[in-house]
């Protein structure tokens, strides 16, 4: 099974890559941006999610750029409609806040890890807990926000005119 077919673009077994790729992105976001989340506001969730947020975000942060060049291959193939490049627009988009949320979830696992030391020398370090928390809430929130919104632009620019 050849990924890249000679005249097709970006293919797995003859269909196109991009619409295989979203749904990982459309189910795998939102679920890390919500593991990020409980990671930093909730301790026991900490503990009990170990490293799965910072793995899952880097994945996401891995995927995201790969369906968005897929798509990008997909929409020279058929051509660029109005709905095409919104939904293109929005998916780049996506890219940066991905990024940020690695950085979240990377912030909040050092954050485990150091603030307890922190705590006993210094009391800014409860300043600290709750800056980091508050970029993984914005963070996430954000990521799904532009989720959201481009897997809409997506579906109209397919379904739109069903």
């Known amino acids: 099974m050849d990924i890249f077919a000679e005249a097709g673009g970006l293919r797995i077994a003859g269909l196109p890559l991009h619409p295989l790729l979203v749904h990982a992105v459309v189910v795998l976001t939102p679920l890390t941006a919500l593991a990020v989340v409980l990671a930093a506001a909730w301790p026991a969730a900490r503990r009990r999610l170990g490293w799965a947020p910072q793995v899952a975000a880097l994945i996401v942060a891995a995927l995201v750029p790969v369906t968005v060049l897929a798509g990008q291959d997909l929409a020279a193939q058929l051509g660029y409609t109005p709905a095409i490049l919104r939904h293109e627009a929005l ?23 150091m603030l307890p030391r922190l705590r006993r020398s210094r009391p800014r370090a409860a300043r600290a807990a709750a800056v980091i928390t508050a970029a993984a809430l914005i963070t996430s929130v954000g990521t799904i926000v532009i989720t ?9 620019a397919v379904w739109g005119a069903v």
């Open 91 to 113: 998916g780049l988009m996506l890219i940066p806040w991905t990024i940020a949320l690695l950085v979240a979830s990377v912030a909040v696992a050092a954050g485990e890890r």
């Open 148 to 156: 959201v919104l481009a897997g809409d632009a997506g579906a109209r």
